[in-house]
């Protein structure tokens, strides 16, 4: 590694994203650290190689709970990037991406919503309609409109990213969980718990085909099931998806 740090930042770049998805996020953050330290000695801290690194350690961090050093990361991130690369780059919308999350943590809502709304425009130039990198952002912002009280707007967004996954990846893939468990949400906060009904015995399905029964998606989803069972007055079918 020594003898090319690009190399060496490459690898280890690829080795942190693995640990991080499989939510490993000490050791992530360490190699996105050292990745940081090598853009910084082989291309300066004005570059896009740089940005990047820094955006995944803000994102690290953030997932860690760290939120004041993620914030000046992926702030610090999406401004060089928007500046090196461009601002319809899809490594910027990648960055924007967290800051997302960070605004709607702020209570920015607003500001929020237009870069989910960007984010997706330039997911859609870049990738298509249907790529599942697109599909992901659909349902982010559907996550977003939804905290912004805009209920059909987010049902809309839900469902295309539901309704995209199933296409590409089957009804029982693991992408399917979180836009059912989502959209079973959004209906059980408007009463329509018959529609929510079948999304949360689905997703739940779904899960145990496909993670450990330990998963918190399946808690989370058993409980809002036996809820919406208890509210419409099916006792014992509640008891039995409370003891899921």
Known sequence: FAADPRLAADIVGD??????????????RAHFAQVLDWRRETDGERSIGYAVALGELGGVDLALGQREPALAAIERAVQLLRELAGPDDIRTARAEMRLVRLRLEQGQREEALELAQRILAIHEMHYGPDHLETLRRHYNLGVVLEQL??????????????????????????????????????????????????????AIAAARASVDASHPVIGHASMRLGDLLRRMRRHDEAIVALGA
Do not use: C, F, W
């Open 149 to 202: 009280d805009r209920l059909d707007e987010s049902e809309a967004s839900l469902r295309r990213a539901l309704d995209g996954y199933i296409a590409r990846s089957g009804a029982e893939h693991v992408q399917t969980v979180y836009p059912r468990v989502m959209l079973a949400d959004l209906m059980r906060r408007q009463r329509r718990y018959a529609e929510a009904m079948p999304l949360y015995a689905d």
């Open 15 to 28: 080795l942190a994203q693995i640990q991080s998805n499989l939510g490993d996020l000490k050791p992530a």
